[in-house]
Protein backbone atom coordinates (compact mmCIF):
# COMPACT_ATOMS: atom_id res chain seq x y z
CA UNK A 1 0.00 0.00 0.00
CA UNK A 2 1.24 3.03 -1.01
CA UNK A 3 1.95 6.20 1.72
CA UNK A 4 0.65 9.83 1.01
CA UNK A 5 2.65 13.25 1.05
CA UNK A 6 1.41 13.54 4.18
CA UNK A 7 2.60 11.04 5.71
CA UNK A 8 5.86 11.39 3.74
CA UNK A 9 6.08 15.09 4.96
CA UNK A 10 6.18 13.70 8.51
CA UNK A 11 8.93 11.10 8.20
CA UNK A 12 10.95 13.81 6.55
CA UNK A 13 10.31 16.00 9.87
CA UNK A 14 9.67 19.12 7.61
CA UNK A 15 6.35 21.19 8.10
CA UNK A 16 3.34 19.99 5.80
CA UNK A 17 1.31 22.88 4.46
CA UNK A 18 -2.03 22.36 3.32
CA UNK A 19 -4.97 24.35 2.37
CA UNK A 20 -8.77 24.11 3.64
CA UNK A 21 -11.59 23.51 0.73
CA UNK A 22 -14.41 24.93 2.04
CA UNK A 23 -16.32 24.78 -1.49
CA UNK A 24 -18.24 21.80 -2.73
CA UNK A 25 -17.53 20.65 -6.14
CA UNK A 26 -14.92 17.64 -8.14
CA UNK A 27 -13.33 20.95 -10.28
CA UNK A 28 -12.89 23.01 -7.11
CA UNK A 29 -11.18 20.61 -5.05
CA UNK A 30 -8.96 19.42 -8.15
CA UNK A 31 -8.03 22.87 -8.66
CA UNK A 32 -7.47 23.39 -5.27
CA UNK A 33 -4.91 20.80 -5.02
CA UNK A 34 -3.24 21.39 -7.67
CA UNK A 35 -2.02 24.56 -7.42
CA UNK A 36 1.15 24.16 -5.53
CA UNK A 37 3.85 21.85 -5.58
CA UNK A 38 4.23 23.06 -1.59
CA UNK A 39 1.02 22.12 -0.57
CA UNK A 40 1.04 18.40 1.08
CA UNK A 41 -2.48 18.24 1.69
CA UNK A 42 -6.18 19.47 1.58
CA UNK A 43 -8.95 19.40 4.20
CA UNK A 44 -12.35 18.61 2.63
CA UNK A 45 -14.17 20.43 5.59
CA UNK A 46 -17.71 18.76 6.12
CA UNK A 47 -17.92 20.17 9.40
CA UNK A 48 -18.04 24.20 8.43
CA UNK A 49 -17.42 23.56 4.97
CA UNK A 50 -19.96 23.11 1.96
CA UNK A 51 -19.33 19.58 1.21
CA UNK A 52 -21.45 16.78 2.11
CA UNK A 53 -20.06 13.73 4.43
CA UNK A 54 -21.48 11.64 1.89
CA UNK A 55 -21.62 11.34 -1.51
CA UNK A 56 -19.62 15.08 -1.76
CA UNK A 57 -16.36 14.22 0.27
CA UNK A 58 -16.65 10.65 -1.72
CA UNK A 59 -16.17 12.79 -5.14
CA UNK A 60 -13.90 15.40 -4.22
CA UNK A 61 -11.23 12.69 -2.88
CA UNK A 62 -11.62 10.85 -6.08
CA UNK A 63 -10.79 14.34 -7.81
CA UNK A 64 -7.73 14.74 -5.54
CA UNK A 65 -6.16 11.64 -5.82
CA UNK A 66 -7.08 10.91 -9.26
CA UNK A 67 -4.34 13.61 -10.18
CA UNK A 68 -1.54 10.94 -9.24
CA UNK A 69 0.76 9.88 -7.24
CA UNK A 70 2.18 13.06 -6.65
CA UNK A 71 -1.42 14.73 -5.29
CA UNK A 72 -1.71 16.24 -1.88
CA UNK A 73 -3.36 13.87 1.00
CA UNK A 74 -6.82 14.11 0.83
CA UNK A 75 -8.16 14.55 4.34
CA UNK A 76 -11.85 15.23 5.55
CA UNK A 77 -12.67 16.92 8.55
CA UNK A 78 -15.72 15.02 10.18
CA UNK A 79 -18.81 17.35 11.45
CA UNK A 80 -18.61 15.30 14.84
CA UNK A 81 -22.51 16.90 15.73
CA UNK A 82 -23.89 14.99 18.62
CA UNK A 83 -23.47 12.50 21.45
CA UNK A 84 -20.05 11.31 22.14
CA UNK A 85 -20.62 8.06 20.32
CA UNK A 86 -21.86 10.09 16.70
CA UNK A 87 -18.74 10.57 15.32
CA UNK A 88 -18.41 6.64 14.57
CA UNK A 89 -20.41 6.56 11.01
CA UNK A 90 -18.77 9.92 10.30
CA UNK A 91 -15.42 8.17 10.43
CA UNK A 92 -16.64 5.75 8.50
CA UNK A 93 -18.26 7.51 5.56
CA UNK A 94 -14.91 9.87 5.43
CA UNK A 95 -12.71 6.79 5.22
CA UNK A 96 -14.78 4.25 3.27
CA UNK A 97 -14.44 7.49 0.86
CA UNK A 98 -10.64 6.65 0.45
CA UNK A 99 -9.83 9.67 2.82
CA UNK A 100 -6.04 9.45 3.77
CA UNK A 101 -6.51 10.85 7.47
CA UNK A 102 -9.87 12.05 9.14
CA UNK A 103 -9.83 15.12 11.94
CA UNK A 104 -12.37 15.05 14.44
CA UNK A 105 -13.70 18.32 15.90
CA UNK A 106 -13.93 19.38 19.45
CA UNK A 107 -12.06 16.69 21.35
CA UNK A 108 -12.29 17.35 25.05
CA UNK A 109 -11.04 13.78 27.06
CA UNK A 110 -9.06 11.18 26.89
CA UNK A 111 -11.89 9.20 26.39
CA UNK A 112 -13.14 10.32 23.44
CA UNK A 113 -9.91 10.20 21.76
CA UNK A 114 -9.55 6.62 22.25
CA UNK A 115 -13.14 5.91 20.12
CA UNK A 116 -11.72 8.20 17.24
CA UNK A 117 -8.89 5.50 16.97
CA UNK A 118 -10.97 2.70 17.61
CA UNK A 119 -13.48 4.02 14.84
CA UNK A 120 -10.51 4.57 12.47
CA UNK A 121 -8.74 1.14 12.71
CA UNK A 122 -9.82 -2.13 11.31
CA UNK A 123 -9.73 -5.20 14.14
CA UNK A 124 -7.66 -6.01 16.18
CA UNK A 125 -6.47 -2.26 16.75
CA UNK A 126 -9.98 -0.81 16.43
CA UNK A 127 -13.94 -1.76 15.34
CA UNK A 128 -14.12 -0.33 11.95
CA UNK A 129 -15.80 -2.16 9.71
CA UNK A 130 -14.94 -2.98 6.28
CA UNK A 131 -17.29 -3.36 3.27
CA UNK A 132 -17.19 -0.63 0.41
CA UNK A 133 -16.03 -1.64 -3.04
CA UNK A 134 -14.68 1.63 -3.49
CA UNK A 135 -12.16 2.61 -0.50
CA UNK A 136 -9.62 0.26 -1.93
CA UNK A 137 -9.40 1.71 -5.40
CA UNK A 138 -9.36 5.34 -4.60
CA UNK A 139 -6.15 4.14 -2.49
CA UNK A 140 -5.02 2.49 -5.97
CA UNK A 141 -4.37 -1.10 -4.15
CA UNK A 142 -6.57 -4.51 -3.43
CA UNK A 143 -8.77 -4.94 -0.92
CA UNK A 144 -6.68 -7.43 0.82
CA UNK A 145 -3.14 -4.97 1.39
CA UNK A 146 -5.72 -2.13 2.48
CA UNK A 147 -7.42 -4.03 5.09
CA UNK A 148 -3.60 -5.04 6.18
CA UNK A 149 -2.14 -1.89 5.93
CA UNK A 150 -4.56 0.93 6.70
CA UNK A 151 -4.26 0.57 10.07
CA UNK A 152 -0.77 1.81 9.73
CA UNK A 153 -1.08 4.67 6.76
CA UNK A 154 -3.99 6.00 7.72
CA UNK A 155 -3.52 9.44 9.84
CA UNK A 156 -5.56 10.22 12.71
CA UNK A 157 -5.89 13.81 13.47
CA UNK A 158 -8.35 15.22 16.70
CA UNK A 159 -8.89 18.80 17.47
CA UNK A 160 -7.98 21.00 20.49
CA UNK A 161 -10.05 23.68 20.06
CA UNK A 162 -12.13 23.41 24.07
CA UNK A 163 -11.41 24.34 27.76
CA UNK A 164 -11.67 20.94 28.47
CA UNK A 165 -9.70 19.71 25.96
CA UNK A 166 -6.97 22.01 26.83
CA UNK A 167 -7.16 21.10 30.73
CA UNK A 168 -6.70 17.25 29.55
CA UNK A 169 -4.20 18.18 26.41
CA UNK A 170 -1.69 15.65 28.51
CA UNK A 171 -3.64 12.46 28.39
CA UNK A 172 -5.31 13.24 25.31
CA UNK A 173 -1.53 13.36 23.77
CA UNK A 174 -1.04 10.36 25.01
CA UNK A 175 -3.66 8.27 23.83
CA UNK A 176 -2.20 5.53 21.22
CA UNK A 177 -2.87 5.85 17.72
CA UNK A 178 -3.29 9.49 17.88
CA UNK A 179 -0.65 11.31 15.16
CA UNK A 180 -1.52 14.46 15.16
CA UNK A 181 -3.16 17.30 17.53
CA UNK A 182 -4.62 20.31 15.40
CA UNK A 183 -5.24 23.29 17.17
CA UNK A 184 -8.46 25.18 16.18
CA UNK A 185 -8.00 28.77 17.14
CA UNK A 186 -11.09 30.18 16.59
CA UNK A 187 -13.10 27.97 18.45
CA UNK A 188 -9.75 27.99 21.25
CA UNK A 189 -10.44 31.40 21.43
CA UNK A 190 -14.16 31.53 21.95
CA UNK A 191 -14.29 28.64 24.53
CA UNK A 192 -11.69 30.35 26.57
CA UNK A 193 -13.30 33.96 26.53
CA UNK A 194 -11.45 35.72 23.92
CA UNK A 195 -12.06 37.27 20.47
CA UNK A 196 -11.06 35.24 17.45
CA UNK A 197 -7.90 35.88 15.77
CA UNK A 198 -7.44 38.94 13.89
CA UNK A 199 -5.28 37.70 12.33
CA UNK A 200 -3.48 36.65 15.15
CA UNK A 201 -4.62 34.82 18.34
CA UNK A 202 -4.94 37.32 21.79
CA UNK A 203 -1.72 36.57 23.49
CA UNK A 204 -3.10 34.76 26.41
CA UNK A 205 -4.70 32.49 23.94
CA UNK A 206 -1.39 32.50 21.92
CA UNK A 207 0.27 30.92 25.83
CA UNK A 208 -1.93 28.06 25.76
CA UNK A 209 -1.06 27.28 22.05
CA UNK A 210 2.23 27.07 22.79
CA UNK A 211 1.39 25.02 25.71
CA UNK A 212 -0.32 22.53 23.78
CA UNK A 213 2.11 22.76 20.97
CA UNK A 214 5.06 21.47 23.66
CA UNK A 215 2.39 18.92 25.21
CA UNK A 216 1.86 17.32 21.75
CA UNK A 217 5.63 17.21 21.10
CA UNK A 218 6.17 15.36 24.79
CA UNK A 219 4.33 12.99 23.96
CA UNK A 220 5.97 12.25 20.43
CA UNK A 221 2.74 13.50 18.49
CA UNK A 222 2.78 15.82 15.60
CA UNK A 223 1.07 19.25 16.34
CA UNK A 224 -0.48 21.41 13.85
CA UNK A 225 -2.77 24.83 13.28
CA UNK A 226 -4.36 26.59 11.27
CA UNK A 227 -2.99 29.56 9.83
CA UNK A 228 -4.75 32.25 7.42
CA UNK A 229 -1.91 33.57 5.33
CA UNK A 230 1.73 32.31 4.32
CA UNK A 231 3.28 35.45 6.26
CA UNK A 232 1.62 33.49 9.43
CA UNK A 233 2.22 30.02 8.60
CA UNK A 234 5.90 30.70 8.09
CA UNK A 235 5.95 32.06 11.28
CA UNK A 236 4.08 28.84 12.84
CA UNK A 237 6.54 26.64 11.13
CA UNK A 238 9.65 29.02 12.69
CA UNK A 239 7.76 27.45 15.96
CA UNK A 240 8.08 24.07 15.24
CA UNK A 241 4.73 23.52 14.45
CA UNK A 242 4.44 20.28 11.83
CA UNK A 243 1.46 20.57 9.78
CA UNK A 244 0.06 24.38 9.25
CA UNK A 245 -2.83 25.44 6.92
CA UNK A 246 -2.03 28.44 5.04
CA UNK A 247 -5.09 29.54 3.28
CA UNK A 248 -8.77 28.67 2.58
CA UNK A 249 -9.97 28.28 -1.02
CA UNK A 250 -13.21 30.52 0.06
CA UNK A 251 -10.90 33.15 1.35
CA UNK A 252 -8.17 32.93 -1.31
CA UNK A 253 -10.56 33.67 -3.73
CA UNK A 254 -12.55 36.91 -1.96
CA UNK A 255 -8.63 37.88 -1.06
CA UNK A 256 -7.90 37.78 -4.60
CA UNK A 257 -10.58 39.59 -6.70
CA UNK A 258 -10.42 42.12 -3.20
CA UNK A 259 -6.50 43.38 -3.88
CA UNK A 260 -6.73 43.35 -7.96
CA UNK A 261 -9.90 44.98 -7.79
CA UNK A 262 -8.76 47.50 -5.35
CA UNK A 263 -5.79 47.54 -7.75
CA UNK A 264 -7.32 48.32 -10.77
CA UNK A 265 -9.25 51.55 -9.77
CA UNK A 266 -5.90 52.86 -8.31
CA UNK A 267 -5.98 52.14 -5.16
CA UNK A 268 -3.61 50.52 -2.74
CA UNK A 269 -4.40 46.86 -0.98
CA UNK A 270 -5.11 47.02 3.30
CA UNK A 271 -4.49 45.31 5.89
CA UNK A 272 -6.36 41.85 5.23
CA UNK A 273 -9.57 41.85 6.87
CA UNK A 274 -11.14 39.15 9.23
CA UNK A 275 -11.50 35.90 7.69
CA UNK A 276 -12.08 32.15 7.95
Known amino acids: MTT ?95 ARGVLVPMVSDAAKARDVVSDSRFPPGGRRGFGSPFTQSTWGTSAAEYIKS ?15 GVENVGEIAAIDGIDVLFIGPYDLS ?4 YPPPSPDPHPNVEK ?24 QSFKRAQEGFDMINVASD ?23 AFGY
Open 4 to 98: HALAQAFKAAKPAFGVWITLPGVINARTVAQSSSHLSWVMVDCEHGLTSLQPGAAESIQAITGLGSNAPSALVRIPATGASTSTSWQIKYALDAG
Open 150 to 164: ANEHITIMIQIETRE
Open 190 to 193: LALG
Open 208 to 231: VIQQILKAAHDKGKKCAIYCTSGV
Open 250 to 272: SGAISESIARNLTEAVGGQSGAR
